[in-house]
């Protein structure tokens, strides 16, 4: 089982509109969550941490659910620059090793 | 600006020669730096992690004597992709973590 699972979408939707995905992790120790940013053949980007009781930066929320080992992220009134590779990380906390996802596609379209 | 670079961007060699890839922190001194390979729509791997001044520690799966690295200063890691063969050619990102990691730009290797 992979440590970190994303549905790899693609998420098609129109400029406005809200989308919303999740990603599970399979190690109950995990410590720290971070949703990353990938745009085509560039590195990934930080978005933002989620804290467990959820947070917001702008358009963007991310919950986090201990109990069902799951992480969300959504992003609100979409703009066709938000169009990328949402990346779902996962660190425990006696290291420094990042466990990635392989990522949820956005497209918003015009 | 960028925080973490890598040198070359885009790199294509012949089977059999070895590539080398440099990793530096611009504005922080890094004791550790990740070295992670990408293959097309997947996850970031882990390959290793450089340590200044001493050994890498690789993850399972990865060959130590293929994949050379040198941590020789506190700004610079380099990664050596010996003998190389088309099943390397991948996107290989370095990171290194002052307060959060950041990302070098990433390398794409092609093996012809």
Known sequence: ?110 | GAVVSQHPSRVICKSGTSVKIECRSLDFQATTMFWYRQFPKQSLMLMATSNEGSKATYEQGVEKDKFLINHASLTLSTLTVTSAHPEDSSFYICSAKEHEQFFGPGTRLTVL
């Open chain 1, 1 to 110: 089982r992979k440590e970190v699972e994303q549905d790899p979408g693609p998420f098609n939707v129109p400029e406005g509109a809200t989308v919303a995905f999740n990603c599970t992790y399979s190690n109950s120790a995990s410590q720290s969550f971070f949703w990353y940013r990938q745009d085509c053949r560039k590195e990934p980007k930080l978005l933002m941490s989620v804290y467990s009781s959820g947070n917001e930066d702008g358009r963007f929320t991310a919950q986090l659910n201990r109990a069902s080992q799951y992480i969300s992220l959504l992003i609100r009134d979409s703009k066709l620059s938000d169009s990328a590779t949402y990346l779902c990380v996962v660190k425990c906390s006696n290291d420094y090793k990042l466990s990635f996802g392989a990522g949820t596609t956005v497209t918003v379209r015009a």
